[in-house]
């Protein structure tokens, strides 16, 4: 089988985005590839955070991976944080990475705003991730539109790497969907769907309660058209809710396009509303029991152990390539 390897930063509220966008494809790859998932909280330490919300925000993740559908006999589920070849792979890799290179990432220009007060794993943290995908051998990495430029970077860093140090890693290949791989903000569709964003209504949180979700789907930015087709050019409120809508009830978006031809919006938003609420009912309450239970830690300990053989193994290959000590 082949690797898989994908994580998420325990930051702010999980929302429709990164399930739509990520979570729900590791739930489907996990019966068919061998999947090691975890929650990158090292990353999350780019921005400062409260020491005591980023633990919860850890362990609140890593919950709703398993209320989600992740099995843990069948996937390696781990902290980050818990793995420390991570660490040591990342400075490594950094000695293989070029500022030219970094200097052109596009998210470090989009969070840093010019400033010269962002701290300096900011800038570096792409390097990390490529140790993160490097470590366990990932022929194939789920991601959004905006991370493939970050999964290039780990491609150029492995093939330097294996050109002036020897063959140690495999090059991953990035697992792009088609519909979905970038869910845009209720409130301003022209952008990315984010748990940073200023506006709560910007996002619908997994654990959102049904009154907060008709909220937020009623207040949903579209058009005033009033014409529901599938158009992000020129209608990209009304294209975000059809790609939700799709998501969440594996229906093909022409078929919703007949389904509401003639509708209003109204009718349109009502449906997902009921839809969205159907959907994520069952993920919190079985988020509601993991969180509670013993369960948790045990799973993410296992993970961490197995996660750590591989990672360790890879990390040996590459300091007795470098000539490492």
């Known amino acids: 089988m082949e690797r898989v390897?994908?994580?998420v930063q325990p930051t702010g509220n999980v929302h429709l985005g990164n399930y739509l966008?990520?979570?729900?494809?590791f739930v489907e790859l996990q019966h068919q590839a061998d999947c090691y998932f975890c929650v990158v909280n090292l990353h999350a330490l780019t921005i400062p955070r409260?020491?005591?919300?980023?633990?919860?925000?850890?362990?609140?993740?890593?919950?709703?991976?398993?209320?989600?559908g992740l099995d843990p006999d069948k996937v390696t589920l781990f902290v980050q944080s818990q793995v420390r070849a991570h660490s040591e792979a990342g400075w490594l890799l950094q000695c293989v990475a070029r500022m030219g290179e970094l200097?052109?990432?596009?998210?470090?220009?989009?969070?840093?705003?010019?400033?010269d007060s962002v701290v300096t794993g900011l800038y570096t943290y792409p390097v990390l991730q490529a140790a993160d995908i490097l470590l366990y051998q990932a022929s194939r990495v789920p991601v959004g539109e905006d991370q493939k430029q970050h999964l290039e970077l780990t491609r150029e860093l492995a093939e330097r790497f294996n050109r002036d140090y020897g063959e140690v890693f495999t090059?991953?290949?990035?697992?792009?969907?088609?519909?979905?791989?970038?869910?845009?903000?209720?409130?301003?569709?022209?952008k990315k769907m984010s748990k940073s964003a200023e506006s709560a209504f910007n996002y619908i949180s997994l654990l959102d309660d049904p009154k907060t979700i008709e909220k937020k789907l009623k207040r949903a930015v579209t058009d005033s058209e009033n014409e529901i087709r599938y158009d992000p050019e020129t209608k990209p409120g009304v294209s975000n809710l059809l790609v939700i809508y799709s998501l969440l009830t594996d229906t093909p978006i022409t078929r919703l396009e007949e389904k509401y031809a003639g509708s209003g919006y109204g009718a349109l938003k009502n449906d997902l509303i009921?839809?969205?609420?159907?959907?994520?009912?069952?993920?919190?309450?079985?988020?509601?029991?993991?969180?509670?239970?013993?369960?948790?830690?045990?799973?993410?300990?296992?993970?961490?152990?197995?996660?750590?053989q591989v990672a360790e193994d890879t990390l040996h290959k590459m300091k007795e390539a470098m000539g490492v000590i």
């Open 5 to 7: 390897l994908s994580g």
């Open 21 to 25: 966008g990520a979570i729900k494809q």
């Open 50 to 68: 409260d020491p005591a919300e980023l633990r919860e925000k850890t362990l609140e993740l890593a919950a709703l991976y398993l209320a989600v």
């Open 103 to 115: 200097n052109r990432m596009v998210q470090f220009k989009e969070k840093s705003k010019g400033a």
């Open 171 to 190: 090059i991953p290949e990035p697992m792009i969907g088609k519909v979905g791989a970038r869910i845009m903000g209720l409130d301003q569709p022209e």
């Open 274 to 308: 009921e839809v969205t609420v159907d959907h994520l009912t069952p993920i919190q309450q079985k988020y509601q029991e993991i969180r509670k239970s013993a369960e948790l830690m045990q799973i993410l300990k296992q993970g961490a152990e197995k996660a750590s």
